[in-house]
């Protein structure tokens, strides 16, 4: 079956650096991934659509620059939160579309993100 | 734009009893229906889904949905529940365009199975 990765699952940084949260899919190809932030207790929240070769389109109210994308191959999709913030603190999770799946999105364990 | 409702937020229940979680969604279109469950510490894992045909369609784990169109709703639901059945539940909607597209979630429902 199709899955997906996130690296780290974890991760602690001081508040103005910038974090890479990488999400990989390991046994399929996936032209589009989607970025979703959940703060605790609430839903997910799409933040952005990665889209293979081009640029990402992001949902309204999420800043691009602040959270950059990039999707440079087939397996890997990218998310650099730059010069973070403690607001920034939230759980990020990716996912994927497998077209062995049928329009279903797998979905990666999350990226746990804290800024001090 | 699309939107899902769930109405409880946090349900409690014994071991053995019967589950209903409501969801409503908003959208003008065709739609494919799901619902998630994440259960501590781990990652979203797909129940259950929707796209066309029967509206009674039957998930993983004895879980079943029903799509009522003229309600807007995919109310989830279980004959017994189990103390392993203890997560959050996600319903979730996407336009029906044949093609991969962004998925919005409602705000989850938290179960609670006791023994």
């Known amino acids: 079956g199709a899955v997906v990765s996130q690296h780290p699952s974890w991760v602690i940084c001081k508040s103005g650096t910038s974090v890479k949260i990488e999400c990989r899919s390991l046994?399929?190809?996936?032209?589009?991934m989607f970025w979703y932030r959940q703060f605790p207790k609430q839903s997910l929240m799409l933040m952005a659509t990665s889209n293979e070769g081009s640029k990402a389109t992001y949902e309204q109210g999420v800043e691009k620059d602040k959270f950059l994308i990039n999707h440079a191959s087939l397996t890997l999709s990218t998310l650099t939160v730059t010069s973070a913030h403690p607001e920034d603190s939230s759980f990020y999770i990716c996912?994927?579309?497998?077209?062995?799946?049928?329009?279903?999105?797998?979905f990666g364990a999350g990226s746990r993100l804290t800024v001090l | 734009a699309q939107s899902v409702s769930q109405h409880n937020h946090h349900v409690i229940l014994s071991e053995a009893a019967s589950l209903e979680l409501g969801c409503n969604y908003s959208y003008g279109g065709t739609v494919n229906l799901f619902w998630y469950v994440q259960y501590p510490g781990q990652h979203l894992q797909l129940l259950l889904k929707?796209?066309?045909?029967?509206?009674l369609v039957k998930g993983i784990k004895g879980f079943e949905a029903e799509f009522i169109k003229s309600k807007f709703s995919f109310n989830l639901r279980k004959p017994s529940v189990q103390w392993s059945d203890t997560a959050e539940y996600f319903c979730?909607?996407?336009?029906?365009?044949?093609?991969?597209?962004?998925?919005?979630f409602g705000t989850g429902t938290r179960l609670q199975v006791t023994l």
């Open positions: 979730a909607v996407n336009a029906n365009t044949g093609t991969a597209s962004k998925l919005t």
């Open positions: 929707y796209f066309s045909g029967d509206p």
């Open positions: 046994d399929f190809q996936a032209t589009t």
């Open positions: 996912s994927a579309v497998w077209a062995g799946g049928a329009n279903v999105l797998t």
